[in-house]
Every structure is written in structure tokens, then in C-alpha cells.
């Protein structure tokens, strides 16, 4: 096995990590709406081409691509209440997936400040039960949420959430965080891995599976034991494959394993937190001169869905460009040639090569910032100058007066000046939380240090 990692990972406040700020606002978005992909409009998005698997435990149709509602858009309120979500947007959006093929959506108690529930249970109201599956997960993560009480309650609650009498696809969040001792205070302890399965022979759950972070002896231990798992929720996309960062486990292995025992495979991440959407002009090139009319994301979802194993991608398509673009990728799926792969290879280890490129996926499992902090914007910020080629090196580099600009003005629109690399003061909240074991505050002392030189022209 290639890079397997025994580390425990320490995620003891997850929960409030995944909710707070795990939503995405009108007005901002790291800064700016993305663009629709090159000749994409309404009209050639196909309909009735979406490329659909076959899980082999309950002989569900699903479609390739998944709809993740962990970032969903939310609307500031004026009274000063927590924000809300745009229900009227969600509903949109999921009335055209449907009607193109999509019927995989996936969700949690905790995602989106605790909205993320209810907000697909009111977009899929409006369809007919038997054409969409749903997924959700049981994710008691603080201590008080780990007893067989509250756990029960929370299974309970996400019936009433989603308006159900039974969910397709049912996850033990998240295993492998904190490590062994925290998976079995969760799931084994208070007896509720027993009855999640009694609860699948009951009809009340149809596919029993977990998503994996974390530590891979817990990985390793639940496919050993004697349980059927329908499915199993694994980051995967070509850079991972062979050279997982942080720590993480290469997805290749991940794959392997249950390739291995004919477990399904839902895959998260394929875009690595937006990253391989994002890549410098050079890798960009190289892909338009194969496949002049793809977006850069395109070949993230292609290579994960080319995967025969794989039964859903799942993505968070907060806006209609990225659900179409992504509708057009698997309408039907292009499989990856030999050639394709080897290609996508090369650009793993180029896009990897850059020292300078900040290793976060946009998770935001760092927030809160106590201090205030926008963190995931700074990183975005930062890691988007570098691949657009707004990064100034010297002031001796070519374009340094434009790029400085570029990088000045963009950091304050994209970031308020409260929320900047500046106010860090080191204490080191984040860190532990980061599934890419960034040492977040080193970050952020580099990057304020970078934005004072190019300030004062001394760069």
C-alpha cells in the first residue's frame, strides 16, 4: 500500500466546524461568480443523456453525477438573525437537475449551519419519491451528540428534516476522525452501528455505508469485520490518486480495497475543494489543446466517473453553471482513454510541483475563526493569483506593476480587511481541524508578510 497513514486525526469540534460557514452568501463567493464554460447555454445541455450505474446491492439506477448540498447559497437577513437559505435558488436548481437526470443528493444534519436538511427536503417535496434517492449521515460528532440518546435523536430528527418515511442512503459520517477510540465511542459503544443495521433489515434505511477522513486503520478495521456495506464515501480525484497531500491516504488504495470486496464507491472531493478547476494557465492550455470545448473541471469528473466502481460523484453545484457544465460532462460520460490518464498523470505532477499553492480545498472545517478571520477566502485568494499568474515575484519579473495590482485589489475585494492574514494572532484554533494538516497561522504569517512587501514595494 502506498502511502498509508496511521495518524489519528483531531477533529473534536467537527461539528460546529462543518456547519458554521459552510454556506455561501449572495454577495460572496470568494469574491466573484464563476463564468460559464465556453458555449454553455440552457439550450445544449442534453436532456435524457445522463450516464447512470448500477449498485450492485439494491440494483439502484443512479445517476454518475451527485448532488452535494453542503454548500448551499444563503441570504443575509436584516433583522440580524442567522442567515437562511435561498430556498426559492435551491428549488430551481434542483428541479432542472431532476429533469436532467440527476436523482443523487446528498446532505447532513450539520451542513450549512444545520439548514442543509431541511432545504433538501423541501427541493425534493416536489418530486415524485421514487425518482430521487437521498443521503444523509448520522453526525454526532461532539460529545454530548455521541450518546445513544442524541444519536437516536439525530437519526430521528433527519426523517422530519427531509420528509421521508425511509432514506436510500444512510452514512456513519466522517470515520477515522480522532481516530479508533473516537469511531467506537460514536458507533460501537452506544450500540448504534447495531441499530442502523437493524434499522436496514426494517426497511427504514436501503444502503448502509460511512465516509472516510482520517485515520486508515479505521478504514482498514470496518472492511474487515463482518458487516455488509452497500457503500462507501471516499475522497478521490487524479490528484489524489497517487499523491494524496497532508497526510490523507492516496485514493488509489482507498479504491482498491473496495474494488476488492464489490463495494460501491460515492466519491467526494473530485475537484479537490474547487482546486483542479482552478489550475495555473499553463495546465489549462494543455487541456483545451486536447479537448478545446471541456472545462477544466470536466477532466476531474471524468476521470473519477471513467472509474467502473464508482457510483456517484458527488458536487456542489452552488450555481447553475457548475450544475450544467457538470450535467454536459456526464450526458453522457466520455470514459478516459489509456492515453487520457497517462496525460492526467503528468498534470497531477505538474500541478503538484508548485510549492507555492496553498493545499486547502475550501472545506472550511477551520471556522469559525475566533478572531474573526475569513481563512478559507485568504488561502483562495492567494492560490488563485498564483494560477492566474496575478503573483509577483520581484520587482524585477515581468508584468510586476500589473500583477501587484491584481493581487492588492483583489485580496480587499475578496477579502474585508478585518478578515485578513493581518489579525491572525497565532493561537492556533484552526490547525486541528484541517483534513489537509495545513499549519494554517505559519500560512497566514507568509502571506500577510508576502501582502506588507508588495504594500511597501520592497518585494
Known sequence: ??????????????????????????????????????????????????????????????????????????????????????????????????????????????????????????????HPRNKFFVATKLSNFDPQSKTREASMAMYKQSFKNLQVDYIDYYLLHAVGIDGMDNFKARYLDNGMLDFLQKERDAGRIRNLGWSFHGDVKVFDYLLAQNIKWDFVQIQLNYADWKHASGGNTNADYLYGELVKRNIPVVVMEPLLGGRLSKLNNN??????????????????????????????????????????????????????SDDDKRFLEEAAQIFLKNPEVIPCTGCKY??????????????????NCINEGNFPVSRQSKDYIEARRAFLIGYDRSVPKLRQASHCVGCNQCSPHCPQDIHIPHELEKIDHYVEQLKQGTL
Open 283 to 336: 495546465l489549462v492550455a494543455k487541456l483545451k489543446q486536447r479537448r478545446p470545448q471541456d472545462s477544466t473541471a470536466s477532466w476531474a469528473f471524468r476521470f473519477a466517473g471513467s472509474l467502473p466502481n464508482v457510483l456517484t460523484v458527488l458536487s456542489g453545484m452552488t450555481f447553475m453553471e457548475h450544475l450544467q457544465d457538470n450535467i454536459l460532462t456526464y450526458s453522457p460520460l466520455q470514459p478516459l
Open 1 to 126: 500500500m502506498e502511502n498509508k497513514n496511521n495518524r489519528n486525526v483531531n477533529r473534536r469540534h467537527f461539528l460546529k466546524m462543518m456547519g458554521t460557514g459552510a454556506a455561501i452568501t449572495t454577495v460572496a463567493f470568494y469574491g466573484c461568480k464563476p463564468k460559464s464554460p465556453i458555449g454553455l447555454t440552457s439550450a445544449n445541455v442534453p436532456v435524457g443523456k445522463m450516464t447512470y450505474r448500477v449498485n450492485s446491492s439494491t440494483k439502484d439506477k443512479v445517476s454518475i453525477l451527485g448532488y452535494g448540498c453542503m454548500r448551499l447559497l444563503t441570504i443575509k437577513q436584516s433583522n440580524g438573525e442567522k442567515e437562511k437559505v435561498d430556498q426559492e435558488n435551491f428549488n430551481h436548481l434542483v428541479d432542472y437537475a431532476m429533469a436532467h437526470g440527476v436523482n443523487y443528493y446528498d446532505t447532513s444534519p450539520m451542513y450549512v449551519q444545520g439548514l442543509s436538511e431541511t432545504a433538501v427536503g423541501i427541493a425534493l417535496k416536489h
Open 366 to 383: 477551520c471556522m469559525p475563526c475566533p478572531y474573526g478571520l475569513d481563512i478559507p477566502g485568504i488561502f483562495s485568494h492567494y492560490n
